[in-house]
Protein backbone atom coordinates (compact mmCIF):
# COMPACT_ATOMS: atom_id res chain seq x y z
CA UNK A 1 0.00 0.00 0.00
CA UNK A 2 2.85 2.31 0.80
CA UNK A 3 5.11 1.54 -2.32
CA UNK A 4 1.61 2.11 -4.42
CA UNK A 5 1.01 5.68 -2.81
CA UNK A 6 4.76 6.57 -3.10
CA UNK A 7 4.30 5.48 -7.01
CA UNK A 8 1.33 7.74 -7.15
CA UNK A 9 3.27 10.37 -5.40
CA UNK A 10 6.40 9.80 -7.72
CA UNK A 11 3.90 9.80 -11.01
CA UNK A 12 2.06 12.75 -9.79
CA UNK A 13 5.59 14.41 -9.45
CA UNK A 14 6.61 13.78 -12.94
CA UNK A 15 3.64 15.06 -14.33
CA UNK A 16 3.57 18.49 -12.57
CA UNK A 17 7.37 18.86 -13.54
CA UNK A 18 6.33 18.13 -17.45
CA UNK A 19 3.55 20.61 -17.24
CA UNK A 20 5.76 22.91 -15.31
CA UNK A 21 8.57 22.61 -17.65
CA UNK A 22 5.98 23.41 -20.52
CA UNK A 23 4.41 26.82 -19.17
CA UNK A 24 8.37 28.00 -18.56
CA UNK A 25 9.17 26.84 -22.06
CA UNK A 26 6.15 28.97 -23.41
CA UNK A 27 6.09 32.09 -21.39
CA UNK A 28 10.19 32.18 -22.57
CA UNK A 29 9.65 31.86 -25.94
CA UNK A 30 6.77 34.52 -26.00
CA UNK A 31 8.98 36.51 -24.24
CA UNK A 32 11.44 36.14 -26.53
CA UNK A 33 9.39 36.45 -29.80
CA UNK A 34 8.57 39.74 -27.90
CA UNK A 35 11.54 40.87 -28.02
CA UNK A 36 12.76 40.03 -30.98
CA UNK A 37 9.99 41.94 -32.41
CA UNK A 38 10.69 44.89 -30.14
CA UNK A 39 14.23 44.85 -31.09
CA UNK A 40 14.07 44.53 -34.54
CA UNK A 41 11.44 47.58 -34.89
CA UNK A 42 12.40 50.00 -31.94
CA UNK A 43 16.43 49.02 -31.84
CA UNK A 44 17.08 48.19 -35.13
CA UNK A 45 19.06 44.74 -33.99
CA UNK A 46 17.95 41.47 -34.09
CA UNK A 47 19.45 39.60 -31.51
CA UNK A 48 21.34 36.48 -33.50
CA UNK A 49 20.06 33.89 -30.96
CA UNK A 50 16.50 34.81 -30.34
CA UNK A 51 15.28 32.96 -33.74
CA UNK A 52 16.98 30.06 -33.20
CA UNK A 53 16.07 29.47 -29.05
CA UNK A 54 12.47 30.54 -29.79
CA UNK A 55 11.81 27.67 -32.22
CA UNK A 56 13.84 25.46 -29.79
CA UNK A 57 11.28 26.65 -27.59
CA UNK A 58 8.36 26.11 -29.83
CA UNK A 59 9.10 22.11 -30.26
CA UNK A 60 9.59 21.38 -27.20
CA UNK A 61 6.43 22.75 -26.40
CA UNK A 62 4.84 21.10 -29.08
CA UNK A 63 6.35 17.37 -27.80
CA UNK A 64 5.06 18.42 -24.20
CA UNK A 65 1.91 19.46 -25.69
CA UNK A 66 1.81 16.27 -27.38
CA UNK A 67 2.08 14.05 -24.52
CA UNK A 68 -0.35 15.92 -22.23
CA UNK A 69 -3.25 15.65 -24.65
CA UNK A 70 -2.67 11.58 -25.30
CA UNK A 71 -2.71 12.08 -20.82
CA UNK A 72 -5.94 13.48 -21.09
CA UNK A 73 -7.28 12.11 -24.10
CA UNK A 74 -7.23 15.22 -26.24
CA UNK A 75 -5.94 13.45 -29.43
CA UNK A 76 -8.30 13.42 -32.44
CA UNK A 77 -10.83 10.59 -32.24
CA UNK A 78 -14.18 9.88 -34.35
CA UNK A 79 -15.87 8.79 -31.65
CA UNK A 80 -19.53 8.92 -33.27
CA UNK A 81 -18.73 6.01 -35.17
CA UNK A 82 -17.69 4.04 -32.28
CA UNK A 83 -20.07 4.96 -30.27
CA UNK A 84 -22.89 3.24 -32.53
CA UNK A 85 -21.15 -0.70 -32.08
CA UNK A 86 -22.10 -2.56 -29.25
CA UNK A 87 -19.66 -2.46 -25.60
CA UNK A 88 -17.69 -5.38 -27.15
CA UNK A 89 -16.39 -3.42 -30.17
CA UNK A 90 -15.65 -0.20 -28.47
CA UNK A 91 -13.61 -1.95 -25.52
CA UNK A 92 -11.54 -3.26 -28.99
CA UNK A 93 -11.59 -0.02 -30.71
CA UNK A 94 -10.18 1.38 -27.50
CA UNK A 95 -7.39 -1.16 -27.18
CA UNK A 96 -6.23 -0.71 -30.12
CA UNK A 97 -5.73 3.01 -29.92
CA UNK A 98 -4.16 2.14 -26.88
CA UNK A 99 -1.63 -0.43 -28.38
CA UNK A 100 -1.08 2.37 -31.74
CA UNK A 101 -0.54 4.85 -28.93
CA UNK A 102 2.05 2.71 -27.29
CA UNK A 103 3.75 1.67 -30.61
CA UNK A 104 3.99 5.57 -31.62
CA UNK A 105 5.41 6.51 -28.38
CA UNK A 106 8.17 3.58 -28.47
CA UNK A 107 8.85 4.61 -31.85
CA UNK A 108 9.58 8.21 -31.23
CA UNK A 109 11.45 7.07 -27.71
CA UNK A 110 13.90 5.07 -30.33
CA UNK A 111 14.17 6.96 -33.26
CA UNK A 112 13.99 10.16 -31.56
CA UNK A 113 16.74 9.05 -29.25
CA UNK A 114 19.11 8.07 -32.64
CA UNK A 115 17.99 11.51 -34.23
CA UNK A 116 18.95 13.35 -31.24
CA UNK A 117 22.27 11.35 -30.81
CA UNK A 118 22.73 12.06 -34.52
CA UNK A 119 22.27 15.73 -34.86
CA UNK A 120 24.71 16.78 -31.81
CA UNK A 121 27.05 16.10 -34.52
CA UNK A 122 26.68 19.54 -35.87
CA UNK A 123 26.08 22.71 -33.79
CA UNK A 124 23.34 25.57 -33.97
CA UNK A 125 25.30 28.78 -35.72
CA UNK A 126 23.25 31.06 -33.79
CA UNK A 127 23.67 29.84 -30.01
CA UNK A 128 26.71 27.28 -30.36
CA UNK A 129 24.03 24.77 -28.85
CA UNK A 130 24.41 21.30 -30.34
CA UNK A 131 21.94 20.68 -33.11
CA UNK A 132 20.20 17.90 -30.70
CA UNK A 133 18.25 19.92 -28.18
CA UNK A 134 15.95 20.33 -31.02
CA UNK A 135 15.50 16.90 -31.18
CA UNK A 136 16.05 15.78 -27.79
CA UNK A 137 12.08 16.31 -26.70
CA UNK A 138 11.18 13.27 -29.19
CA UNK A 139 12.43 10.79 -26.66
CA UNK A 140 11.15 12.50 -23.61
CA UNK A 141 7.82 12.78 -25.49
CA UNK A 142 7.44 9.17 -26.72
CA UNK A 143 8.54 7.58 -23.09
CA UNK A 144 5.45 9.78 -21.69
CA UNK A 145 3.14 8.30 -24.45
CA UNK A 146 4.56 4.92 -23.87
CA UNK A 147 3.46 5.34 -19.60
CA UNK A 148 0.25 6.81 -20.15
CA UNK A 149 -0.82 4.29 -22.46
CA UNK A 150 0.53 1.41 -20.32
CA UNK A 151 -1.29 2.94 -17.30
CA UNK A 152 -4.52 3.20 -19.35
CA UNK A 153 -4.11 -0.14 -20.69
CA UNK A 154 -4.08 -1.14 -17.13
CA UNK A 155 -6.92 0.77 -16.43
CA UNK A 156 -5.70 3.33 -14.93
CA UNK A 157 -7.15 6.96 -15.37
CA UNK A 158 -4.30 9.03 -16.46
CA UNK A 159 -6.93 12.74 -16.77
CA UNK A 160 -6.21 14.99 -14.09
CA UNK A 161 -8.92 17.07 -15.20
CA UNK A 162 -12.42 15.23 -14.83
CA UNK A 163 -14.14 17.10 -17.19
CA UNK A 164 -11.83 15.67 -20.32
CA UNK A 165 -12.96 11.70 -19.25
CA UNK A 166 -14.52 10.06 -21.73
CA UNK A 167 -16.03 7.17 -19.41
CA UNK A 168 -18.02 5.96 -22.56
CA UNK A 169 -14.71 3.80 -24.01
CA UNK A 170 -13.27 2.92 -20.74
CA UNK A 171 -11.39 -0.38 -21.01
CA UNK A 172 -12.69 -1.77 -17.89
Partial sequence: ???????????????????YVGLVFLAAMSIIVFWQVFSRYVLDYTPN?????SMILMIWVAFIGIALGFREGLHVA???????????????VRLAILVLAFL?????????????????????????????????CMPLAGAAICVYSLLQLAGVRT????????????VD
Wanted: proline share 6%; hydrophobic share 45%.
Fill in 49 to 53: WSQEV
Fill in 104 to 136: FGLYLLVEGWNFTILANLSTLPGTGLPSGVFYA
Fill in 1 to 19: MNAMRNLRRFARGVDLAFE
Fill in 78 to 92: VRIIVRRFPPPVQWA
Fill in 159 to 170: ERDERLADDELD
